[in-house]
């Protein structure tokens, strides 16, 4: 979420200096939300929205609330997360469908704010859910958008009703009512009306759309605005709100490095919620926009529920089953770890999975040098070996390894690393499938689980049973480091109670899937 990560920035240091203090004086107060405002203002937010949620925060962060509080630093951030979800648009809000199909969504929007690739993306995402999306191409004005739109509707799987050629000619508001009824005859029933857009706000447009509106009677009518475009967003969104009028907000490329904050005043200045975020280029980076989460990202608490959701889109159910059932009985191999590797690749970036981990805003740059090319080099080793080899990695020796190396382009320690890093993770495997816990490098135990055979008793000298007695130093200390129980640290300001995933946690994803 680059949009709003100078916000999250400033946001997470001013709360930082909030974690020493046992108790905040009005002072604390004032400076906290005084950095607030300087942090919305410089993201971008407009002033009227500013005002009011600093006003909001001050008065509950005096309140009884924070003073009685055990923790009153904590008890402030959760206040700016609630004011934050409010400003957001406060319970996320769903499509509505029309009780007898179609459904006609409307979109518009300036030109360039990504409406025909939105078109696309809700197309397809509306087939995922068993929907029959027709898109109408009702841009006849930019040149090729027509085309634009049946390659968008074709990569994403969805029916284009596209009867003029565009590029100036043909009667957008006929277009739009003949593809109503064409979705009507064919039984499509979700209409999704791709409308022409400026580069400014005007007359023209404005004429236009709420021609469109009037011809269709849309069961929804979707702004889309560009994330990035600064102050703008919110006078171009009153514009349209006074010419148009729009049922919901629909945020495009929140994967850009702008400020954003002018974009999260939408909600608050129309009235109107926010129902979608696209988040990426590709036809899968759609997201059902959920205010608690945004708040959640942007204060670098995570967003653990999305993750979650996208990891349940991704993996199928039965597959999983059988694996699990597999692992009781027989050994974790290559081919399975492949299995998981393809699975994982169809829920997209993992920098972007891993950017919605708690706390991962404090190491932007080692995220940032994640390299997602790993995956396929994994996949492209376990690939130039034998069926024979995936099943059983202790057959590869010297030779075997070094044709494994020439057939995937790698080098042999490459070879050597994948094969000890999936050793490490076929002991893990097992031992989950025993009902055991893994420790995992980087991890401490999960605390209040405890560990299989350790009493918690300490011997003459203070030190605790089951420590290494390994010769190897370095074997030892890392034994023993395995073995220290780490406190639970809470997320980056003791909300949410998870940790945030250190460096040598990272560092271990990567090495899972390929060069250390």
């Known amino acids: 979420m680059a949009t709003f990560g100078t916000l999250s920035d400033r946001l997470t240091e001013t709360f930082r200096n909030l974690r020493t203090k046992g108790k905040l004086t009005p002072a604390d107060v004032d400076g906290t939300v005084r950095e607030i405002r300087r942090a919305l203002l410089d993201a971008d937010v407009a002033l009227a929205v500013v005002k009011d949620f600093t006003?909001?925060?001050?008065?509950?962060?005096?309140?009884?609330?924070?003073?009685?509080?055990?923790?009153?630093?904590?008890?402030?951030?959760?206040?700016?997360?609630?004011?934050?979800?409010?400003?957001?648009?406060?319970?996320?809000?769903?499509?509505?469908?029309?009780?007898?199909?179609?459904?006609v969504i409307m979109l518009a929007g300036l030109q360039g704010s990504g409406k025909t690739t939105f078109a696309g993306k809700l197309a397809k995402q509306l087939e995922s859910e068993g929907h029959t999306p027709l898109l109408v191409a009702a841009d006849l004005q930019r040149p090729n958008a027509v085309t634009q739109l049946q390659v968008v509707g074709e990569r994403a799987g969805a029916a284009v009703f596209a009867p003029e050629p565009g590029n100036g000619v043909g009667d957008p508001v006929r277009v739009a009512?003949?593809?109503?009824?064409?979705?009507?005859?064919?039984?499509?029933?979700?209409?999704?009306?791709?409308?022409?857009?400026?580069?400014?706000?005007?007359?023209?447009?404005?004429?236009?759309?709420?021609?469109?509106?009037?011809?269709?009677?849309?069961?929804?009518?979707?702004?889309?605005?560009d994330a990035m475009i600064g102050q703008d967003a919110v006078n171009t969104a009153k514009a349209f709100q006074e010419g148009v009028d729009f049922t919901g907000v629909v945020l495009s490329k929140l994967d850009g490095d702008a400020r954003g904050g002018a974009a999260l005043s939408v909600a608050s200045v129309t009235g109107r919620p926010i129902i979608f975020a696209s988040t990426g280029e590709n036809l899968e980076d759609l997201e059902p926009f959920h205010p608690d989460?945004?708040?959640?990202?942007?204060?670098?608490?995570?967003?653990?529920?999305?993750?979650?959701?996208?990891?349940?889109?991704?993996?199928?159910?039965?597959?999983?089953?059988?694996?699990?059932?597999?692992?009781?009985?027989?050994?974790f191999t290559l081919e399975d770890f492949l299995d998981q590797l393809q699975q994982m690749k169809k829920m997209g970036s993992m920098k972007k999975m891993l950017g919605m981990l708690p706390g991962m805003g404090q190491m932007k740059q080692q995220l940032e040098d994640f390299d997602e090319r790993e995956i396929d080099r994994t996949e492209a080793i376990i690939r130039s070996m034998t069926p024979a080899e995936r099943r059983n990695p202790k057959i590869l020796n010297?030779?075997?390894?070094?044709?494994?190396?020439?057939?995937?382009?790698?080098?042999?320690?490459?070879?050597?690393?994948?094969?000890?890093?999936?050793?490490?993770?076929?002991?893990?495997?097992?031992?989950?499938?025993?009902?055991?816990?893994?420790n995992i490098p980087g991890m401490g135990p999960v605390p209040g689980m405890g560990r299989p055979g350790a009493s918690g008793k300490r011997g003459k000298k203070g030190k605790a049973k089951g420590g290494s007695r390994s010769g190897n130093p370095a074997k030892r200390a890392a034994?023993?480091?395995?073995?220290?129980?780490t406190a639970p640290t809470g997320s980056g300001f003791g909300l949410g109670g998870q940790q945030a995933p250190s460096e040598a946690d990272l560092a271990e994803i990567q090495k899972l899937f390929g060069k250390g």
């Open 293 to 331: 989460r945004m708040a959640s990202r942007i204060l670098d608490l995570g967003d653990i529920l999305t993750l979650i959701e996208q990891a349940q889109q991704a993996f199928d159910e039965e597959e999983a089953r059988k694996v699990a059932e597999k692992l009781a009985t027989e050994a």
């Open 479 to 485: 034994e023993n480091a395995g073995l220290a129980t």
């Open 398 to 438: 010297g030779s075997r390894r070094l044709r494994i190396a020439r057939g995937s382009g790698m080098t042999v320690t490459d070879v050597n690393q994948l094969v000890q890093r999936f050793e490490q993770a076929a002991k893990m495997m097992k031992t989950v499938a025993r009902g055991g816990m893994p």
């Open 55 to 103: 006003a909001k925060v001050r008065e509950r962060a005096l309140g009884d609330e924070v003073s009685k509080a055990l923790n009153p630093a904590q008890q402030v951030v959760q206040i700016v997360n609630e004011e934050l979800v409010g400003i957001l648009g406060g319970e996320q809000r769903r499509l509505v469908f029309a009780k007898t199909p179609p459904t």
């Open 177 to 225: 009512q003949d593809g109503v009824a064409y979705a009507r005859r064919q039984q499509h029933d979700v209409v999704i009306i791709d409308t022409a857009g400026r580069l400014g706000v005007d007359a023209e447009l404005m004429k236009q759309a709420s021609d469109i509106r009037k011809a269709t009677d849309p069961d929804e009518v979707l702004f889309v605005i």
